[in-house]
């Protein structure tokens, strides 16, 4: 394929190492921690940390695939060029592109309007006001540059990470007192007597299926690291850079999603916590806790999760465009000044913004996890084609188990959604 069609087409390398960490993990954070993890919460009850344990080897053996694809074949497309490559299927690849972009731009309204809620739940703000306004915010960051995302995005996470740490300090007693409630989860301990009792069910085998349905959901607190290979074409030293931040992001995102949610778990409050719209708000509050800081620290986490969302789907129109893929040239022209796609940026965001004040995207945002499990499936597929083929001496070499293992367990759940969804659908 010709990545240089045009003259235009070369994205300015400006992004290392740690700023592409600090990129990574704010945007698995994002919503992840701040958000869903209520949800998970009020599915697995006593049994959320060993929820996100699952759903961690979903996510650290897809995301070790990304990892080596990513050092193989360090461009724009990620999974559109890693599918073509393996297989020699144009198709295939062009349709991987297109769903991601699809994927991508309803994650980002979706995370822009659960945005809009979170402020709600403490500022008077109109949505309609509110969305315009972040949405030409982050457009405005991403065709400013990839540099300044990044910078963007490593304040906000630090501020996020201190925000986590100023709940696990607050949680610190329920942290202690987790191990028994985990225990007792699993039918190895005392039953404690608590509202919990109406959240997860008394036999083991109710609380084991509960365990399975939190661990589907919590898969998709992951999801992000997958954003990070659109930014190969923006990294410096990206065949060993890019493999290291995403592994330093999955274990910084790790730690603090099973300490969360073991603090969380520890507090005995499942049912008060799951319902709130801002969880861990109302966690550090039933401990005494002003819940403000959390919440303010909570938006510029969450704002995080939109603009990778709107750089991964707009570098994806950009390589599309440029690959002739079915987009138009003009998505494939670089801004000389700000080294960004501008064109493919702005159409990302008027998407964003139609999306978010228009159409109602519960329905569409379970089809953005659909579409993603299907992309990580392939992308492991394609790493056992190629690992079959050859082994480059300058890119990572994870063991051949890894994407096997990737390819099974993301399947694993895909079919759990697709179950989960039917029983939801047919109730």
């Known amino acids: 394929m010709d990545k240089r069609k045009h003259q235009d087409t070369q994205l300015k390398r400006s992004v290392g190492l740690w700023q592409l960490v600090f990129y990574g993990s704010g945007t698995i954070l994002g919503a992840g921690i701040f958000v869903v993890i209520g949800e998970v919460l009020g599915e697995a009850g006593r049994l959320t940390p060993l929820a996100y344990g699952l759903a961690a080897i979903v996510a650290i053996t897809s995301a070790l695939s990304f990892a080596e694809m990513g050092a193989r074949i360090?461009?724009?497309?990620?999974?559109?060029?890693?599918?073509?490559?393996?297989?020699?299927?144009?198709?295939?690849?062009?349709g991987a592109g297109w769903a991601l972009i699809v994927a991508n731009t309803v994650s980002a309204a979706t995370i822009v309007t659960g945005f809009v809620a979170y402020l709600n739940s403490f500022a008077s703000v109109p949505d309609w006001i509110a969305t315009v306004v972040l949405v030409?915010?982050?457009?405005?960051?991403?065709?400013?540059?990839?540099?300044?995302?990044?910078?963007?995005?490593?304040?906000?996470?630090?501020?996020?990470?201190?925000?986590?740490?100023?709940?696990?300090?607050?949680?610190?007693?329920?942290?202690?007192?987790?191990?028994?409630?985990?225990?007792?989860?699993?039918?190895?301990?005392?039953?404690?007597?608590?509202?919990?009792?109406?959240?997860?069910?008394?036999s083991t085998a109710g609380g084991f299926g509960m365990l399975f349905a939190g661990a589907i959901l919590a898969v998709y607190s992951f999801i992000g690291f997958g954003d990070m290979v659109q930014t190969a074409e923006e990294v410096r030293d990206v065949k060993r850079a890019l493999p290291r931040a995403m592994m330093i992001s999955l274990a910084i995102v790790f730690a603090f999603y099973i300490l969360i949610a073991m603090s969380l778990v520890g507090t005995g409050q499942f049912e008060t916590i799951a319902q709130a719209s801002a969880p861990l708000v109302k966690a550090v509050?039933?401990?005494?806790?002003?819940?403000?800081?959390?919440?303010?620290?909570?938006?510029?986490?969450?704002?995080?999760?939109?603009?990778?969302?709107?750089?991964?789907?707009?570098?994806?129109?950009?390589?599309?465009?440029?690959?002739?893929?079915?987009?138009?040239?003009?998505?494939?022209?670089?801004n000389a000044k700000t080294g960004t796609p501008i064109p493919a940026t702005l159409v990302i965001a008027g998407t964003v913004l139609t999306l978010a004040l228009l159409v109602?995207?519960?329905?569409?945002?379970?089809?953005?996890?659909?579409?993603?499990?299907?992309?990580?499936?392939?992308?492991?597929?394609?790493?056992?084609?190629?690992?079959?083929?050859?082994?480059?001496?300058?890119?990572?070499?994870?063991?051949?188990w890894v994407p096997v293992v990737g390819a099974i367990v993301a399947t694993a759940a895909l079919v759990g959604q697709i179950v989960q969804f039917a029983v939801g659908g047919s109730g």
């Open 74 to 94: 360090p461009t724009a497309g990620g999974p559109i060029d890693y599918l073509e490559c393996a297989f020699n299927l144009r198709w295939l690849g062009s």
């Open 136 to 202: 030409f915010a982050l457009g405005g960051v991403a065709i400013a540059g990839m540099k300044q995302s990044a910078w963007l995005m490593t304040l906000t996470t630090i501020i996020g990470i201190a925000a986590l740490l100023a709940v696990l300090w607050a949680l610190r007693s329920a942290l202690v007192a987790a191990p028994a409630e985990i225990l007792a989860g699993l039918g190895l301990g005392p039953v404690a007597t608590s509202e919990t009792d109406s959240v997860v069910g008394s």
């Open 285 to 334: 509050q039933l401990y005494g806790w002003p819940g403000l800081p959390i919440a303010i620290a909570s938006l510029f986490v969450i704002v995080n999760g939109a603009l990778t969302q709107i750089i991964a789907a707009s570098r994806l129109l950009f390589d599309i465009s440029r690959d002739d893929r079915g987009a138009p040239d003009i998505f494939a022209r670089i």
């Open 360 to 400: 109602p995207l519960k329905p569409l945002a379970e089809m953005t996890s659909f579409a993603i499990l299907i992309v990580f499936v392939g992308v492991n597929l394609s790493l056992i084609r190629m690992k079959r083929d050859s082994q480059p001496d300058d890119v990572p070499n994870i063991y051949f």
